[in-house]
C-alpha cells in the first residue's frame, strides 16, 4: 500500500497552516534581543498539519527495507533482529528525561546499567577494563588509535606513526587512523584470506604505533596465524587494535585480550543488536588492557561501595580525554545493556554458534548451486563472500545488478564491492536470527537471478523494477548536485 | 534467549549440508591455544518479563524532578507524533541508505533535513548529522583547517564562552592532528566575547574562529563584529549554534562576516535528554566547501525512468571510497534522530519554531526576574541573553543546589569547576516547559534555602 | 514495499521455534490438577520466533489502509485524525497497569478524567447526566432503549413496546431496538430528506416507547423540522432517543437536548477521535435529562468533595445495571478526554464548522464536475451523498466499481450502498483534518474514474488493479466458509 | 487546537466554491429557536505540552503497587513486541475492514485469530471479537436461546460461581428480551457447581445452562458431569473460560457433554489492565451455529485472479444488512485488541502459553501456601484450582485490604459484597508477575497486619 513516490514536505506547505497543538502560547513579554540580532526572514520549514506530516513520514517508512520487514544479510553490518523489548526499556520516561547534567544521585539506575556493561563487556572481550562514551566504531577506532599513540607518547617514543592496516580492512581503519595523524601503512593479505605475514614482518620496525585488524576478518574467514602476526607487533614495539565491529562470530568462541590484543572497539549497533536506524546512532565502546587503561577516554562508570560514579579528568589524568559532550549514547548503550541481559553467557555463545551455522549453510548452498565463493576452502564466520566475477564476465551482469535485482525479489542485497580486493564481490551476513527458510529462499533467489543473467540479462541490468523508483543516476547526483530543495526550482521529473 | 529460530532439525539438516558433524566443528579454525570455553562473568539470561522489572526499577530511581539545567542539552517539549513514527521499524531497523531504491523513505527525510538545516542556518548546504555537537564541534575546526590550507599555524581562537565541553572535545580530537586551541576571553561585565579582544591577533596567522551563538552563558555574541573581522583576515568562521535559537536569532550566514561551518547540538529539536545521548551533531556550510564537509550527504537525482528519487551522493569523501584521505572517519551517524529532528520541524514550522524560543526566552527572563528578587541572588552579565543565564550566590553554589535537590528540584549547573573566576557562580535554563508556578517554585524554594543556611 | 501477499503465520511455524524470551520459566512444582481435566493436545498456535512475528505482522499492516497513510472519506465512520498525543497520554505507564478491581484512592487520577468527561459531554448536549461505560455506540444505544423502556416501567406503562426508526436510520438502530425485545417500527423520509411528518403523525400511539433518530441524519442533511418531530412524540408519550454517532456537524452549533431529545448516545470513536482500530474499540457514552437519570447505566463517576467515586447499583436502585464487566473501555475514554482538552470550546466548534466546509465544499465541487447528488437543495452537514444511477445505468458501472477504483487511487472508498434508500450511494465524510487539496485530489480522482466509466467501464468494473489483491469473490466467501485455517487442507490458489 | 489544516484562503476559496458567504450559513437549516451559540462548559483548549503535563500528574496519582487481584482482570507479561505493532497507524488508524481489498492485513490477522481462538477452545469457529468478557457472556445466552428454538421458557442455568459481574451484565442485556437467568448454587465445601445440583432441573424445560471453568473462586469445575447432564437433555452449553487456561485445561469443545458457545475475556492475551478496558470478548461456535454467531467474521476466499485473500464474510447475520433481525446489534468491536492478541498468542505459541499457565498455577499454589501459614488465615475450598484462591480470614476484610494498601500491596478482592455468605472471603490471585519475594513480602505484610490487629 506504500505510494510509488511520495512529495516533498514542503510540497505540502501551505502558509498559515500548522500543527498549532504542538506550539506552546506566545509569550506576552517582548523579546530582548537587540534588532540587529535578530533573524530577519522566517527559515524554510514547512507549514503542514499534524496529520499531513504523520501520513507524509508514514508513507516515507514505509518506502524503506528494513529487519522488520525484510531479510537484510547486509555483510559486516550485523542486520539482525532488533529486540523491541530493548527499545521499549531504554526509553522508560524517566530515562528520556533524565538531564546528563543532573547529579549522579539521581542517575543511579543508569549508571548501575553503564556500569555492569562496561563489566560484561570485558568478561567477553578479556579485557580488563571498558569505557563507553565513543559514539560508533569509528569513534570508538579513534579512541583506540590515540591511546595507542597516548601510549608511546607517554613512554617518549614520538617516532611510532605508523599503524598498519590490511589491504581488507574496512574503510574507517585507514580513514581513523589518518585523523589521529598517523601514517597508514597497508599491507597485503594472502590468498588465503589471511594476513601476508612476510609483509607484516616487513612493515614492522619503529616507526610501527600499531596494528589495525578485525579477526574474523572483513574478508569473512578468520585470521588463523593471529598468534604469530601479535608476537611480530608486539616484539616490534607495536601494539594491536582489535577492530570489534563484528563480535557476532566469536562471542565465547575466543576473546581478543587473548589473541594478544591490547584494545578493541565494539560496535553495540551490530553485535549487541541496538537498532541502526537508518543510519544510526551506534555506540563504539572501547576496551584495553591494563597498558592502555590510564589513557581510556572519559568518563568511565566506577562502582564505589553501593554509590556508581563517571569519572573525569581529576581522576584520569592521563585520559585522551572527553570525546562526546556528555556521556556517549546513553539510549544505544542501555539497549545493548538490556540485550544482554537478555541472552545470558548462554545466549551470547549461541549468537556466535547461529551465525556461523548460518553463514556456513549458505556458503554450502551456495557454492553447490555454482556459485563462485572467494575463500572456498575456509570456513566462513559470520559471514561469507561470493565473487560474481564470471557472471560479469560471461553476461556483463555485475555484483551491483544482482544486488538490485535481489530487490525485486523481497531481500535486501548483500554489500556489494567490499572488501575492495575481491572483485565484483558480495559480502553476505545472513546472522543467527534468521531461520533455515530466508535462507533458502535466498539460495533460490540467486540462483533464480543467475538464470535471469544469462537468459534475459537486461532484466538483471536494469533492476530493480518493483520498487518506488527504478535504477537510480548516482553520477548524476554527484554531478549536478541538489542537495536542498529550492522553492523556485522545478523538480528534475516535471522537466519544463 | 538468543532469539535464534532454529529447530534442533534445522540445525541438523545444516550442518549435514555444510559437511561437519557439529557446530563446534564450525570454530576450528581459531587455534586452540586461543579458544574461549564459554563465557564466564556475564551472568544467565533474564526472560523478557524479568528485565522488564529491573529496568522499571532502575528508571523508578531516576525520578523526575523540576529542571532548570540547560548547559547544552534542553528539556523541550516533543510532538507524541516524533517518535510515534520514528521508532516505526521501517526507520528504526533499518541500515544506512546504501541500497537507496530499498530507503527512499530515509533518503529523502534526510534530503528534507538538510533543506532544513541548511535554511535555519542560513547556508547552502548541510549534512545528514555527526554524532553530537561537541564533535561535529570538533570536526568543524578539522574541516576548517582543510577549507584554509594557506594557513599553516593550525591555531584555532576559539572562545572561552564556548561549552567547556565542546572544546574539551575539540582538543582530544584535534590535538591528534595538531590543532592548536587557543581561548578568547570573554568579557566579565557582558560574559560576551569582544572584538578587542581579538585585535592581539590581527596580523597573526590564525586558521579559524569559533564563536558560539548563545554562548555557554546564555549570552548573545556581537556576532557581527567577530565575524567580519575574521572574514576581512580571511579566516574561516566556525558557528557553533543553538537551532532552537535560530527561530529568532540572525542565522550565521547572514553575520555580518558571515561563517563558514554551522555547527551544533540537534537535541533540541525531538530528541529526548536521554542522560546525554543519543542525540545528534548537525552542519552546514557554503556550496564552496561542500567536498570538504565531513559526513553522509543525501541527494536528488532521476532513476532509469527519469522520476525523482534520491540518493546518498559525494560518497568520495567518505571512509568507505577514499579510506585513508577521507574528510572524516565517521561511518554510522546518527541517523534515527535525524528523523526525529525532522518530524520536529516539520510540526513545529517557521511559526512553532519562534514560539518555541520565544517562550523560552520569556520565561528565563522569568526566571532571572523572580530569582534576582532573592537577597544574595544576582546576575552575573549583563548583554542580552537567549535562554539561559548566569546567576551570582552569596556563597557556593554545590550545598544550595543539593538543598533544591532534596525539594525535588535541579536548580541549575554549578559553574564553579568550569569557571572559577565566576565566584558562586550558577547556570539556569528555563524552557517553554517551565510555567509561571514552576518559577515560583523554585524561587519559594531558592529563597527558604538561602535564608535558612543564613540563618544557621 | 509492502509484499503483495503475506502467508499466514502458522505457515511460519516449525515445530520447537519459539519466541522463548517471552515465557516464563517452568514451574519446579507439578501441576495439581486432575487429569481428566487437562488438556491432551496442545493448540494450534505457531511456533515461530519474535521476528517471525513481528515481521509477519509489520507486513499485514502495511496491507492496509489507514488515516495515517491515505484519505479515507467513509460516511457515517468520521475517519478524522486520531492525535497522537490522545495514545501516548492515554497510555501512561501508570494508567496501562491499573487493575480495574484496585481501590478508587488508587484511581483517582483516571476518575477525574472521567468525571470531567461526562460533564463536557453533558455540555456539548445540553443532557443533565452521562454514563461512560457502554462500550460503542451500539451499546450505547441498546442502554438508550432499554432506559426508554424502563422509564415506561416504571410509570407502570407496559404497552409502550414500539420503537419508531426513518428508514434510513443506521442499521444498529432497529438490530438495537429488537436487541431490547421492542417492536421496530419504520417510517418513510421524504423526497427532501426530512422524516415524513404524516408517516410520523400516523405512526405515534400508545404503544410507542420512542423514536431513534439522528440529525443531522445518515442521508447528511439536518432534520428541519425536528421541534415539530418531537412536539409529536412527546405528546404521544413516547421519548427521543439521538443517535449521536457522528456529531461531527453540530458541535456547539445545536444540542440534542435543545431539540428535545431525551436521551443520547456519542461515539467517542467519532466525533472524539479515538482510533478505530480496524474494527474497535470504541466508546458509546450516553446522555440523559432529567427524565432517564435515574436509569443511567453503572458505574458513573461523582465528584465528592476532592473525592471521585463510581457508583453502583446500591446508589442506583433504578439503573439499567451494568454493561460491562468493570467500567468500558476506559482506555479509549481517556484518549476522547484527551481530545477534547486539546480542542477546548472553541476547539470543538471550529469542528463542526470545518466538517460542514468540507462536506459542502466536496458536494459543491462534485455537484459542478456533473455528478448527481442525493438532496442538491440541502446544505450537506458532515457528509454528502452521490447517486451514480446514471452511471450504472449508462455504463453498468456501479458505485461499489467506483468505491474498487477509488482504491487504485489512493484513496479508501466512501461507504457503498448505505443508506439503503439512495439508489447506488457513496455517503461521502471528508471530515474536518483533511485539506482542500486533498478533497481537490478526491475530486480529480472521481472525474478521471466517470471518465474511464465511459471510456473504458471494464477497468474500472475489475478494480482494483494496484491493490495487494484483485476484487475479492464474496459469494464464494460466504458459501465455502474457510473461517479458520485447517493445517491439512490446500490453500484455495494452490489447486492441486 | 481542532487539528484543521485550513488556512484562511483555504475557506474563503471554498465559500465562494459552495457560495455562500460565511460559514455560519452552513448551518442556516438548524431552526434558529435551538442554534447553540459557542459552547460553555468545556473550558479553553489546552496545548499538547500542558496536557501532557496533566495527564502525567494525573497518572503518577494511581502509582504501582504490587497486585494480587485477578477477578476476572490480571496482570500478565506483555511483550514489548505486542504493542509496537499493533499500535502501527495502519492497524490503529483503519476502520472496520468493509472494503475488504484495501484492509487484507486486519482481515488476515482476524482470520489467523480465528483459527487459534476456535483451536484453544476447541470449537470449529471463532468471530472477531464482541465487547468483553461479560457482554461475550450476555450475547452467549441470547445465542443459546436461539440455537435451542425448541425450549420456550427461556430459563437459563447459570452457575453461581460465575463471575457476578458478568452475571449482573448478563442480566441488563438479557432481560430485555426476557430470558430468566436462575442460580445454581455452588459447593460450600469444595467451591464447585456439583452435578447434582442441577438435578433438581431434570425434566424441566431449560434453555442453557452456562458454567465457568475456571470459576469465579478459581476452582476446576467437574466440566464432564455438568456438561453431560445438558448434552443429555439437549441443552445448549455455554462455557465461560479463561483463554490462558487453556493451554492447560481441557477446552470446552472437549469436555464430555462438549459445549455449544464459548466465550471469555481476551484481556488476558497482551491487554494492558487499563482500569478495565479496552479489552475483548471472544466467541467460539460449532460449525452448525455458526449463523447464530453475533459478532463479524472474517473468512479466506480468493480474487478475480484466483489468488488468495480474505474478506468480511456471512454479513448476513449482521445488523448493516439484516437489521431488525440480525443476531446482535453489535457494530464496532474491539478490532485492535485482537490485533494485539493475536500478536501475543504467536510470541507465546503452544509451548510458551503452557508455561504461562503453569506458571500462574504454581504461583498461586505458593502464594496459598505461604498465605494459610498465617494464623487466622485458611483457604475457602478444597478442589483444584486454577490462578486464583478463596481465603478466609478470621476477621473482616476490608480494613486488612486498607492496611495492605498503605505498605503498597493490593492484596486481593473482598468477596463480602458478592459472596456474603462466605464470611470474610478474600479472592487472591498470583500470575507469572509474582515472583517468590512478592510472595514473601505479602505473607509478611498480612502476618503483621493481622497480628498487629489481634495485639490492639
Ligand atoms: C569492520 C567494521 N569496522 C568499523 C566499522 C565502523 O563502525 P561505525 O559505522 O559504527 O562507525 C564498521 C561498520 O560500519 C565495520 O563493519
Ligand atoms: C449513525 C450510526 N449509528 C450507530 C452506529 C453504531 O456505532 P458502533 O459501531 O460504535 O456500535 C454507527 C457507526 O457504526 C453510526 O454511524
Known amino acids: ?496 | 534467549m538468543a532469539f535464534i529460530p532454529h529447530t534442533a532439525a534445522d540445525v541438523e539438516e545444516m550442518l549435514a549440508v555444510i559437511g561437519v558433524a557439529s557446530v563446534e566443528q564450525l570454530f576450528d579454525e581459531i587455534p586452540p591455544s586461543v579458544r574461549a570455553r564459554g563465557l564466564a562473568g556475564i551472568g544467565d539470561a533474564l526472560n523478557e518479563m524479568e528485565v522488564t522489572r529491573l529496568m522499571m526499577s532502575r528508571a523508578a530511581s531516576c525520578g523526575f524532578a523540576l529542571s532548570f539545567i540547560g548547559a547544552g542539552a534542553y528539556e523541550h517539549h516533543i510532538p507524541a507524533a516524533v517518535w510515534a513514527i520514528a521508532a516505526r521499524g521501517e526507520f528504526y531497523s533499518s541500515y544506512t541508505p546504501y541500497q537507496a531504491e530499498a530507503s527512499q523513505g530515509t533518503l529523502q527525510a534526510i534530503y528534507e533535513f538538510q533543506t532544513m538545516i541548511a535554511s535555519l542556518s542560513g547556508m547552502d548546504v548541510a549534512n545528514a548529522s555527526l554524532y553530537d555537537g561537541a564533535s561535529a564541534f570538533a570536526e568543524a575546526l578539522l574541516m576548517a583547517a582543510r577549507i584554509n590550507r594557506k594557513s599553516k599555524s593550525l591555531r584555532m581562537l576559539v572562545s572561552r564562552a564556548v561549552h567547556p565541553h565542546y572544546r574539551a572535545v575539540a582538543r582530544s580530537i584535534t590535538s591528534l592532528q595538531g590543532l592548536n586551541l587557543e581561548e578568547v576571553e570573554y568579557d566579565a561585565a557582558s560574559g560576551r566575547t569582544l572584538v578587542d579582544s581579538l585585535r592581539a591577533h590581527d596580523g597573526e596567522d590564525i586558521t579559524a574562529l569559533a564563536i558560539q551563538q548563545p554562548n555557554f552563558f546564555g549570552v548573545l555574541e556581537e556576532v557581527d563584529g567577530l565575524s567580519e573581522w575574521a572574514r576581512r583576515r580571511a579566516i574561516p568562521v566556525i558557528a557553533v549554534v543553538n537551532p532552537i535559537s535560530l527561530a529568532l536569532l540572525r542565522p550565521p550566514g547572514e553575520w555580518r562576516g558571515g561563517a563558514d561551518v554551522v555547527v551544533g547540538e540537534g537535541q533540541p529539536l525531538g530528541v529526548p535528554l536521554s542522560s546525554g545521548g543519543p542525540y545528534f551533531g548537525f552542519m552546514a556550510t557554503r556550496m564552496a566547501h561542500v567536498r570538504q564537509m565531513p559526513g553522509r550527504i543525501a541527494g536528488r537525482t532521476v532513476d532509469l525512468a527519469g522520476h525523482e528519487g534520491f540518493t546518498l551522493t559525494l560518497q568520495a569523501r567518505e571512509q568507505h571510497i577514499r579510506r585513508g584521505r577521507a574528510t572524516s572517519n565517521i561511518c554510522t551517524n546518527q541517523g534515527l534522530m535525524v528523523t526525529a529532528a525532522t518530524l520536529y520541524l516539520s510540526l513545529m514550522g517557521p511559526q512553532g519554531l519562534r514560539r518555541v524560543a520565544a517562550a523560552c526566552h520569556a520565561r528565563t527572563r522569568a526566571l532571572v526576574e523572580a530569582l534576582v528578587r532573592i537577597p544574595g541572588v544576582r546576575a552575573a552579565f549583563a548583554a542580552p541573553r537567549f535562554h539561559e543565564a548566569v546567576l551570582q550566590l552569596d556563597r557556593p553554589v554545590a550545598p544550595v543546589l543539593a538543598a533544591l535537590e532534596r525539594r525535588e528540584i535541579l536548580a541549575g549547573l554549578d559553574l564553579a569547576p568550569d569557571y572559577p573566576e565566576l565566584g558562586h557562580a550558577l547556570l539556569v535554563c528555563a524552557t517553554e516547559t517551565k510555567t509561571a508556578a514552576d518559577i515560583q517554585v523554585y524561587a519559594s524554594a531558592l529563597g527558604e534555602a538561602l535564608e535558612a543556611r543564613t540563618a544557621a
Chains 1, 3 share one sequence.
Open chain 1, 1 to 496: 500500500m506504500a505510494p510509488r513516490q511520495e512529495p516533498l514536505i514542503f510540497q505540502y506547505s501551505r502558509a498559515g497552516r500548522g500543527a498549532v497543538d504542538q506550539w506552546p502560547r506566545e509569550p506576552d513579554t517582548p523579546l530582548e534581543i537587540p534588532r540587529e540580532l535578530q533573524r530577519p526572514r522566517p527559515p524554510l520549514l514547512p507549514e503542514v498539519s499534524e496529520l499531513d506530516a504523520v501520513r507524509h513520514f508514514t508513507r516515507l517508512s514505509q518506502l524503506n527495507f528494513s529487519i522488520d520487514t525484510h531479510f537484510y544479510p547486509l555483510g559486516s553490518c550485523t542486520m539482525k533482529y532488533n529486540p523491541k523489548a530493548c527499545n521499549a526499556l531504554a526509553t522508560l520516561p524517566q530515562f528520556l528525561a533524565r538531564h546528563p547534567l543532573a547529579p549522579e544521585s539521581r542517575g543511579q539506575g543508569v549508571l548501575a546499567c553503564l556500569h555492569e556493561l562496561q563489566e560484561m563487556l570485558c568478561a567477553l572481550t578479556g579485557m580488563q577494563a571498558a569505557a563507553l562514551g565513543p559514539m560508533a566504531g569509528a569513534q570508538g577506532e579513534l579512541a583506540g588509535v590515540a591511546m595507542i599513540l597516548a601510549h608511546h607518547r607517554s613512554r617518549g617514543d614520538l617516532a611510532r606513526r605508523e599503524i598498519i592496516v590490511p589491504q581488507a580492512a574496512h574503510g574507517t581503519n585507514p580513514a581513523t587512523a589518518s585523523m589521529c595523524g598517523a601514517t597508514v601503512r597497508e599491507i597485503p593479505v594472502g590468498a588465503d584470506g589471511d594476513v601476508d605475514i612476510e609483509a607484516l614482518r616487513a612493515a614492522v620496525g619503529p616507526a610501527t604505533a600499531g596494528i589495525m585488524l578485525t579477526n574474523p576478518s572483513t574478508l569473512g574467514v578468520f585470521e588463523r596465524r593471529i598468534v604469530e602476526v601479535a608476537e611480530i607487533v608486539h616484539a616490534a614495539g607495536g601494539l594491536l587494535y582489535y577492530d570489534g565491529a563484528n563480535l557476532n562470530a566469536i562471542l565465547g568462541k575466543v576473546r581478543p585480550a587473548d589473541m594478544g590484543f591490547d584494545v578493541i572497539h565494539m560496535n553495540l549497533h551490530k553485535t549487541f543488536s541496538t537498532p541502526h536506524g537508518g543510519g544510526g546512532p551506534g555506540a563504539g565502546a572501547v576496551g584495553v588492557g591494563p597498558l592502555l587503561e590510564p589513557f581510556l577516554p572519559i568518563p568511565i562508570v566506577v562502582r564505589e561501595a553501593d554509590h556508581y560514579r563517571s569519572l573525569t579528568e581529576r581522576d584520569r589524568p592521563r585520559t585522551i580525554g572527553r570525546l562526546s559532550a556528555f556521556m556517549g549514547n546513553v539510549g544505544v548503550l542501555l539497549r545493548a545493556y538490556v540485550y544482554m541481559r537478555l541472552l545470558g553467557s548462554e545466549g551470547l555463545s549461541q549468537v556466535a554458534e547461529h551465525a556461523a551455522l548460518n553463514a556456513n549453510y549458505l556458503l554450502a548452498r551456495l557454492a553447490g548451486a555454482g556459485f563462485e565463493v572467494a575463500y572456498p576452502s575456509r570456513r566462513a564466520s559470520h559471514e561469507l563472500i561470493v565473487t560474481l566475477e564470471r557472471q560479469a564476465r560471461d553476461s556483463e551482469v555485475t555484483a551491483m545488478d544482482f544486488a538490485k535485482r535481489l530487490l525485486d525479489y523481497g531481500m535486501h542485497a548483500p554489500t556489494t564491492y567490499f572488501p575492495l580486493l575481491v572483485p565484483e564481490c558480495l559480502l553476505i551476513e545472513p546472522t543467527e536470527t534468521e531461520s533455515k527458510e530466508t535462507l533458502d529462499a535466498f539460495v533460490a533467489a540467486m540462483v533464480s537471478i543467475a538464470r535471469e543473467a544469462r537468459e534475459d540479462p537486461e532484466r538483471v541490468r536494469r533492476a530493480p523494477h518493483t520498487l518506488p523508483v527504478r535504477r537510480l543516476d548516482d553520477v548524476r547526483a554527484a554531478k549536478q548536485l541538489d542537495l536542498t530543495w529550492d522553492p523556485d526550482a522545478r523538480a528534475p521529473d516535471r522537466p519544463g
